[in-house]
Every structure is written in C-alpha cells, then in structure tokens.
C-alpha cells in the first residue's frame, strides 16, 4: 500500500503474474500521535486482492490474489515499517536519507493487443536513494511531508541489464487520528524517468511496426501524475489495508506511443494478514 505501499512503496501496477513475483511484501503499521514502545518485529501472513492496468497507459487490466507476507523490522538501519522497507542511513527529526526498493511485474505480450508480437517484458527491480523531509509535525492534523526517491531499474532475468531510472517525488500526509484506530493517508506528484526507462515500455522498433502500431522512439521526463489515499488499522493481531491509487498520463512525454491506449487509470488493492509472532524486545517508536 503504497505507501502505504513502499514495499511499498507506492508503483503499483504490480507484483502480478507471479513467477518469481508470487508475493508481495505488505509492511505498514498504525502508529499513534505518540512514541510507544512496541516490539523491535512482528511477522504475519495473509492475502492481498489487487486490480491494476498492465502498465501505464494499457487498456488492458489484471485482477490478482496474492500470498501476502506481513513484515515490520524496526531497527536502528534496517526498517519495515509503514514507511516501507528501507536502509537508513542518515535520520533527524526532519530528515531521513535512505536505501529503498521496489519491484514490478512481468507482462506476455499475447496478453494485451497493443504490444502483439512484440518480446515479453521481464520483471524489473527499481533500487536507490530516497530522502524525506517532515513538514509540518504531528499535532493533531497528522504530518506533512515530502519524499523524493531516486532508482536505477533493473530487469529479473538471467542476464539482468539496466534499463534506466525511475523517480517519484511527491507530498504525502498522514494522520493517526481522523479515524479512531486509522492509520489514513494520501499523496500526490509526478512521475518521472529516464529515456531508457520509457523505451522499455514505449518504444516500438521498426522491424515491430505494423499499419496500426509504427514505429516509436520514447524522450525521457515527465510521465504523468499520481495521487493515492490509503488507510490501514489493527485489531489485536489482525490487520487490514485498502489503496486507490489515480493516474494521468496528461502532458506525458510519451502520451503518443502507439502503446498508450489508455491516459487515466485507477488501481486498487485490499489487503489482510493475521499476525502471529512478535520478538520480546521492544523499542520506542516515535510519531
């Protein structure tokens, strides 16, 4: 859930035809407007309902259940929490530098007439820096903040390449107290990438034009805009999660691929994961 859905967080479109992507890693947690002290890990299994576009700009939909493994690790460097999963390297009150990841899913070209006879796209890893910067502090109203990620994309195969990068920064808001036992929160921005990234998507070769798709060389930039919402809450050992997740491809710098047939979508997902296991140790959470 994005963001929710960082490991969420935040490109939806996928963990989906499974393969080596069968699961997905949902880690997020209801926090209070108060540091607590709560277990270092918590560990559950559960499932995951997610209906999403093929790729930005399909026309074509898949609606996916998925194992859903629960993961919260709250360590000093290594963190899966309801900011996603992540490497810390640098934290203030206001400032958080850190590694994160995240994965998207393979995609059988028979599986969508746009990109008919043109090579399967092989599952991608999208791995880099992300700094955050709080805002506005919790008093109430909920915290303000705003992220900026910055990943190299990489494809899962057996000769793994680089196909460019990836970046999201966007406003995100969060609150613990709209709703009695909520964690709610929404955020918005643009989706930007390199020409590498939108050529593995957009491009069309010419020895893969036809009378209806011709040939097509993506630019890097601007990819669109996105706005998601997300809520999550526990019940003892049960949690729950939903997501809706906005996207327009208005203005995107490859808006007029043959490949684009489609310039908004909405992807959504629900999510419940029973909680079995926690460690003894406990450490104090702050807001």
Not at 241 to 251: D, I, K, M, N, T
């Amino acid at each position: 859930m994005p963001k929710t859905l960082h490991c969420a967080a935040m490109n939806s479109a996928l963990l989906w035809r499974a393969g080596a992507l069968c699961s997905l890693v949902w880690v997020t947690t209801v926090l209070p407007a108060w540091a607590q002290s709560t277990p270092r890990w918590e560990a559950g299994l559960g499932a995951a309902l997610l209906d999403i576009p093929q790729y930005r700009g399909a026309d074509r939909r898949s609606q996916l259940v998925l194992p859903l493994p629960y993961v919260v690790y709250r360590g000093d460097v290594i963190k899966a929490d309801r900011e996603g999963a992540r490497a810390v390297f640098f934290e203030s009150r206001q400032t958080e530098i850190n590694l994160s990841a995240q994965l998207s899913p393979p995609l059988d070209s028979n599986d969508n007439p746009a990109r008919a006879g043109m090579p399967r796209l092989a599952p991608t890893a999208e791995l880099g820096p992300s700094m955050q910067w709080r805002l506005h502090a919790p008093v109430g109203s909920g915290v303000l903040s705003l992220h900026w990620p910055l990943r190299a994309v990489f494809t899962l195969e057996r000769q793994t390449r680089l196909v460019g990068w990836q970046s999201t920064p966007h406003l995100q808001w969060a609150s613990a107290s709209v709703l009695p036992g909520w964690r709610v929160s929404a955020q918005t921005g643009p989706i930007l990438a390199s020409r590498a990234y939108h050529a593995y998507y957009y491009d069309v070769d010419a020895t893969q034009a036809t009378p209806d798709r011709p040939a097509y060389q993506a630019r890097g930039g601007y990819g669109g805009w996105q706005v998601l919402t997300a809520a999550s809450t526990r019940w003892d050992q049960l949690w729950f999660g939903a997501f809706v997740r906005a996207e327009s491809l208005q203005g995107a710098i490859y808006a007029d691929s043959p490949l684009v047939w489609q310039r908004s979508a909405v992807t959504a997902g629900v999510a419940m994961a029973w909680v079995f296991a926690r460690s003894s140790e406990s450490v104090l959470v702050k807001p």
